[in-house]
């Protein structure tokens, strides 16, 4: 948290407060003006900014300058009287404000869950016509998430599962997410869906919020869902983040009798337990899902899962995702990629997400110390997983 004279900088949420009230200015503007209070004390050269702005990007002087006017413009400062931001004229530029840099007070505030931003959901219509709805909130640069294994937009905020998420990357960026048709708040009522109408959900939720570029971020099944619609769209996508994910579901991936014997068996109960509402497959499949969990996140997940959706569309939603393959497309990415996977996970093998890794062609894999395929607030991969997140996705790689 930077603070200098009415203007207070928080650079893990990407805010700029003037006065106390937010200040809505573009992200680029934002990294410019952090890039020269974190250099304070020296003059930044040009060439310095356009490289950590704009990276091997080229745009042409009159770009920065106006980055510098809409960055004093929104501290308050112009380029007659440059009491802040001081133009060293054919070197760059020098932050000559006083900063106070005292962060404990807004650390203490931002672990406090009741300092949690507010999201709004909002609906819009995918192209053949099913209501889906779509949830945004914090402030910053962009990210959206893919929908994954029975998301409900409205109970999650609460969950024990997946709040701590929310929180986390509503911090520092503008999250959009969204339930895909069948389940949460989006139609459950449709003939049918299979990956491309998935993919057809998050285009028409980026469309409805009018988002030109950005990083996707990709979630178990989410994570073949997102590989195809960077592919489709890869002017779209800057950057791409997939955890727990895989190319190919149980069934495709199967090559010997026993993998084929044992996906059947694992699509079979499936099944057969969603179908009779049987709690004690219920708590195998957490128990696969959250293998290191207590019994009480445990019935939070099955509760979670029961609310989401109808047991036939379950059933519906098993058989799909046994059959995904996006291995094909995986080696079509063309965005930097972010692999992540728990180490021991027990409902994705590790062996997908190397198998990822090989197909993307810029991409990088790291393994967390977990068994969880959904981390938890309290072990010590979630702050792990978030540090790699974060350091993939800070201000100045996004607008490369």
Not at 111 to 125: F, G, L, V
């Amino acid at each position: 948290m930077f603070r200098f004279a009415d203007c207070e900088m928080d650079v893990p949420r990407f805010e700029l407060r003037r006065a106390g009230k937010v200040v809505h200015v573009e992200p680029q503007v934002l990294t410019v003006l952090a890039c020269l209070i974190e250099h304070r004390d020296r003059v930044v050269p040009k060439t310095e900014l356009l490289d950590e702005v704009w990276g091997d990007r080229y745009v042409s002087d009159s770009t920065l300058t106006s980055r510098i006017r809409a960055a004093r413009n929104a501290i308050g400062d112009d380029g007659h009287s440059q009491r802040i931001v001081v133009t060293v004229h054919g070197v760059g530029y020098r932050f000559a404000a006083e900063v106070d840099d005292t962060d404990h007070e807004a650390s203490v505030v931002a672990d406090d869950p009741r300092q949690r931003p507010a999201q709004q959901i909002r609906y819009c219509s995918s192209p053949d016509g099913h209501r889906v709805a779509y949830a945004i909130s914090g402030t910053g640069p962009p990210l959206v998430k893919a929908a994954n294994w029975l998301t409900h937009l409205d109970l999650e905020w609460e969950s024990p599962i997946w709040s701590h998420w929310l929180d986390a990357f509503s911090r520092s960026h503008q999250l959009v997410r969204y339930d895909e048709r069948g389940c949460g708040l989006s139609d459950w009522e449709v003939p049918e869906f299979g990956l491309d109408d998935w993919v057809d959900d998050l285009e028409a939720v980026v469309d409805a919020v009018g988002l030109d570029r950005f990083p996707l971020l990709g979630i178990s099944q989410g994570g073949a869902v997102a590989v195809a619609y960077a592919v489709r769209h890869p002017q779209r996508v800057s950057r791409l983040v997939l955890f727990g994910a895989y190319s190919r579901g149980r069934l495709v991936r199967a090559r010997t009798d026993e993998e084929r014997e044992e996906a059947a068996l694992d699509l079979q109960l499936g099944r057969i337990g969603w179908r009779h509402d049987d709690p004690t497959f219920r708590q195998v499949f957490a128990g696969q899902f959250l293998p290191d969990a207590n019994r009480a996140t445990w019935d939070a997940f099955n509760d979670l899962q029961r609310a989401t959706t109808s047991t036939e569309n379950v059933v519906r939603f098993l058989e799909v995702f046994a059959r995904i393959d996006v291995s094909d497309l995986a080696s079509q990415i063309g965005c930097p990629t972010l692999v992540l996977h728990s180490r021991n996970d027990l409902r994705v093998p590790t062996s997908q997400a190397r198998e990822l890794a090989a197909l993307i062609p810029d991409s990088r894999l790291r393994f967390l110390d977990s068994r969880n395929h959904i981390l938890m607030a309290d072990e010590a991969a979630w702050p792990a997983f978030r540090a790699e997140v974060e350091r993939f996705l800070k201000p100045a790689a996004l607008s490369k």
